[in-house]
């Protein structure tokens, strides 16, 4: 959430001192003014004029020329002067200077940094060096502005032993500016300016200067579009402060332009010689890469990227009718994009689901060199590179929250001849790479893991991966998926073992692509060094995603829905014969294959339900389910009681305690054991039609299916539901709020 621009309740200094009363620097005053500051703000700035234009406009409250005069009194100072002159004032500071706290505004912090340790001996515990990632091509306090920081990000970069009050109040300063303040370290801090800012305005710089000095200027100029003019407005930003900065941030600004002529030089080759699919894939990885990382950035923090807040909040009751076709399966979506990369020729992808764990997937390849066009409504058009043709990406791949995509990735990149980096979300990072990790070693893969075998994965290229024969310790798709693709760079054989049935999506794809992959009983195996070739791939409807709207229907009195085209595999109904063992009107309509994969038309009309003692055959096929599942659980008659299913502790949250604690916190009575749960539903009562069990507060703890399985609960809830940390949802289900909406549920979305 954003921090409150009024809140100075944390901010107590009596007096704050501004050095250099500049746009920076009055901008800072007017936003504590603003803010309702109720100490006392003053100035000192070279330029008596400005000082005087400071107070004649309101912004200070007393100011002037020398520092002797002004230090004294002040309890915070902030430093905006420009970067090469920081070391001077810090000279003349340093004799005046008593127990204030020190922080300044400037664009690079190693310089400042270096100028401390000269002037003082090393930096004091009380200067805590920040940067507001907010400003202007216009200057001096006449170009000031009350909310330049509101909604701006601001970065802190603390030492070891930075005073920790110093570091409290500085932050207090900017939260009452209304900014979102984060910290890094003055080496990051540094690395990541010189690309994402620094950069940027020297090439805006460089070109407005290259076509001021040609002789047909005039008509360059008078002719220049909006893209020209965006591109260049920060060329008219002040000189002198802008060479300060490319001065002191020379190495890293150095090592940017290096990365970006290297850039050019590959596009300059492409089109002289007339390289469509070399320049379509550089255009199409920089446009969606805008798109994608613009995206994260609305909906997560700084570099971490923790989601932002969303809260869904669900009235009692409502009904489900309709007919309606939920996104496209995510785990073929993953699959289809992998495997379309490996293929020779081009791959046409229908029913894509355009959700930001895919997303994330096809921009991981994007980042290896492949060209991909698309998702433009579903459809996805894949420029294979064949096996070997996967490039060194610049630097880690970011798969998002998608479990699934990191652990087939590591199969698939660990028989590539570059070194990579798979790393995700902060849920993510909480989840156990183990059960890939260890067979992959196995085979002769080298493979670095965090604590705990958890991500990041650090795979080193270049190995020569054998065969094996590996039995499963547990059931996992993800698992076996990671082992064959594995295989397909490895000498000789392998073959899985899995020890109960799983979903079988890569073994499909593969032979579909033409890749032969063999199946008896249990086992799975594969020969390495074949090939793929490339073909269509419709993507059905998710079943997962289905599941939601299965199971509301299923528990809501006069409920008739349809969903369209959804994928049946034998191997994913797990949820279809739970909810029919449990009594549930659903039937398949209109059952044929696409691609090789299953897909049917699914209706299902309100009956009440029983509960069960969930086979145990069925606990694999329906494992991403059971959020859901237990809902239909909470709604039926009598007791439903799961065993074996283990694996719902190491999902995106341990999902079995996060059902079971909002289940509770509903009023449903649920006991949890290692490896299963009992629910004592309320169904079969005389009031059919009545709640099931109250409202509550729900924490989501960011699971996707947790937010969403209470979500329909709401349906039968005899009070509001309020489920924090859905923001999730947008990873496994783009548009569920609107297709919930469209069924009749009284469903409403908070930021």
């Not at 890293?252 to 990365?259: P, Q, S």
């Not at 669900?314 to 699959?335: A, E, F, M, Q, Y």
């Not at 007791?639 to 999902?655: F, I, N, P």
Request: glycine fraction near 12%.
């Amino acid at each position: 959430m954003q921090p409150d621009p009024q809140d100075t309740s944390g901010l107590a200094e009596p007096r704050v001192l501004i050095v250099g009363l500049g746009m920076i620097g009055g901008s800072l005053a007017r936003a504590l003014r603003a803010a309702g500051f109720e100490g006392e703000i003053v100035a000192c700035d070279r330029d008596a004029i400005e000082i005087a234009r400071g107070l004649e406009m309101g912004v200070i409250d007393d100011g002037g020329t020398s520092l002797a005069a002004l230090v004294p009194r002040s309890s915070l100072i902030v430093l905006a002067v420009p970067v090469l002159a920081m070391e001077g004032v810090l000279h003349a500071l340093a004799p005046l200077l008593d127990d204030q706290v020190v922080t300044d505004v400037g664009s690079t912090k190693q310089a400042i940094r270096d100028a401390a340790r000269r002037v003082f001996g090393g930096l004091p515990p009380t200067m805590v060096l920040g940067h507001p990632i907010a400003g202007s091509e216009k200057s001096g306090v006449a170009a000031s502005d009350a909310s330049l920081y509101r909604r701006h990000k601001v970065i802190l970069t603390p030492e070891a032993d930075t005073d920790p009050v110093a570091l409290m109040r500085v932050r207090a300063m900017w939260i009452a500016c209304g900014a979102e303040v984060l910290e890094m370290t003055i080496e990051r801090h540094d690395e990541v300016l010189a690309r994402t800012s620094h950069l940027p305005h020297l090439l805006a710089f460089s070109l407005v200067d290259t076509l001021a000095r040609q002789d047909e200027r005039l008509e360059i100029f008078r002719y220049a579009a909006g893209g020209f003019r965006d591109f260049t407005r920060i060329a008219g930003s002040d000189p002198v402060m802008w060479r300060d900065i490319f001065t002191a941030n020379r190495t890293a600004l150095l090592n940017a332009l290096d990365d970006f002529e290297n850039g050019i030089a590959g596009l300059r080759a492409a089109i002289a010689a007339d390289d469509q699919d070399a320049l379509l894939a550089t255009l199409d990885r920089a446009s969606h890469a805008r798109h994608y990382f613009d995206t994260l950035l609305n909906k997560t923090r700084y570099q971490t990227m923790e989601p932002r807040n969303v809260r869904y909040r669900v009235s009692p009751g409502g009904s489900v009718s309709g007919s309606i076709r939920v996104p496209g399966d995510k785990s073929i979506s993953h699959r289809a994009i992998m495997l379309g990369a490996l293929a020779e020729g081009v791959t046409q992808v229908q029913g894509f689901l355009e959700g930001e764990d895919s997303l994330a997937t096809l921009q991981a390849f994007r980042e290896m060199g492949v060209a991909i066009e698309g998702p433009h409504q579903g459809r996805v058009t894949i420029h294979g590179v064949g096996m070997h043709g996967l490039q060194k990406p610049a630097g880690p791949l970011y798969v998002g929250n998608a479990g699934t995509a990191m652990r087939l990735f590591a199969g698939l990149l660990a028989g590539q001849a570059f070194d990579t980096e798979l790393t995700g979300d902060a849920s993510l990072t909480r989840r156990p790479m183990g059960r890939v990790a260890d067979p992959l070693r196995l085979m002769g893969a080298v493979i670095e893991t965090a604590d705990g075998q958890r991500p990041p994965l650090r795979i080193k290229g270049g190995q020569q991966l054998e065969g094996i024969a590996y039995d499963m310790p547990m059931a996992s798709a993800q698992v076996k998926s990671c082992l064959l693709l594995a295989g397909l760079y490895a000498e000789g054989e392998t073959r899985v073992r899995e020890p109960a049935p799983t979903r079988d999506h890569t073994e499909r794809m593969l032979n579909g692509f033409g890749y032969p992959v063999h199946r008896q009983d249990d086992v799975a195996w594969l020969e390495g060094g074949g090939r793929l070739s490339a073909g269509p791939i419709d993507v059905p409807s998710d079943i997962s995603s289905a599941t939601f709207f299965l199971v509301a229907a299923a528990i809501t009195p006069g409920s008739d829905l349809i969903l369209e085209h959804v994928g049946v595999n034998p191997t994913r109904i797990g949820v279809i014969n739970i909810l029919k063992a449990m009594g549930a009107d659903l039937e398949l309509l209109d059952e044929h294959e696409v691609g090789g994969e299953p897909v049917a038309n699914i209706r299902i009309r309100y009956v009440p339900l029983q509960g069960i003692d969930i086979p145990a055959e069925q606990v694999p096929l329906a494992i991403d389910e059971f959020p859901a599942l237990f809902i239909a659980a909470a709604n039926a008659a009598g007791t439903t009681r799961l065993r074996g299913a283990e694996e719902l502790r190491v999902k995106e949250s341990d999902r079995l305690q996060a059902m079971a604690d909002g289940l509770q916190a509903l009023g449903v009575e649920a006991t949890l054991y290692e490896d299963g749960i009992d629910i004592v539903g309320r169904g079969g009562g005389q009031d059919e039609d009545g709640p099931s069990y109250g409202g509550g507060q729900i924490d989501s703890l960011g699971d996707h299916r947790i937010a969403m399985a209470f979500t329909i609960a709401g349906l039968r809830a005899g009070d509001e539901i309020v489920i924090d940390d859905c923001a999730n949802v947008a990873t496994s289900f783009p548009g569920f709020v609107d297709l919930a909406r469209r069924v009749g549920l009284q469903l409403d979305e908070e930021g």
